[in-house]
């Protein structure tokens, strides 16, 4: 089991940021590659980011292009997500999920891919 604990959420005005972070503990994280994903209400879930075993991949949904950074740190087993120029309709809970990958490179960027999820944190932008 891998147990993922989100935080970092919170309200913020629009033109904002805020860096979520995502913590990791039970198995060897650097055996996962890491992702985020968001669902706002009434909404799908959606693919934000992801990120390889190694850090050396990333990809990013539409809605974080430009805007949104993801970086690992495997030595502190957590995986954030720094949102940058932050829109009202970036409101929306946040996931942090992993994916068991045996690729150093490789990201997943759907959501069935994943094994494990957070519980996510909440996060705000005001108009």
């Known amino acids: 089991q891998v147990q993922l604990v989100e935080s970092g959420g919170g309200l913020v005005e629009a033109g904002g940021s805020l860096r979520l972070s995502c913590a990791a503990s039970?198995?060897?994280?650097?055996?996962?590659?890491m992702g985020w994903f968001r669902q706002a209400p009434g909404k799908e879930r959606e693919f934000v980011a992801a990120?390889?075993?190694?850090?050396?991949?990333?990809g990013d949904g539409d809605s974080a292009k430009g805007r949104f950074i993801i970086s690992r740190d495997n030595a502190k087993n957590t995986v954030y997500l720094r949102m940058n120029n932050l829109k009202p309709e970036d409101t929306a809970v946040y996931y942090c999920?992993?994916?068991?990958?045996?690729?150093?490179?490789?990201?997943?960027?759907?959501?069935?891919?994943?094994?494990?999820w957070g519980q996510g944190t909440q996060v705000t932008v005001s108009s």
């Open positions: 999920a992993a994916h068991f990958s045996t690729g150093w490179s490789s990201i997943a960027t759907r959501g069935p891919e994943y094994n494990y």
């Open positions: 039970g198995r060897t994280f650097s055996n996962y590659a």
């Open positions: 990120i390889s075993r190694n850090g050396g991949s990333t």
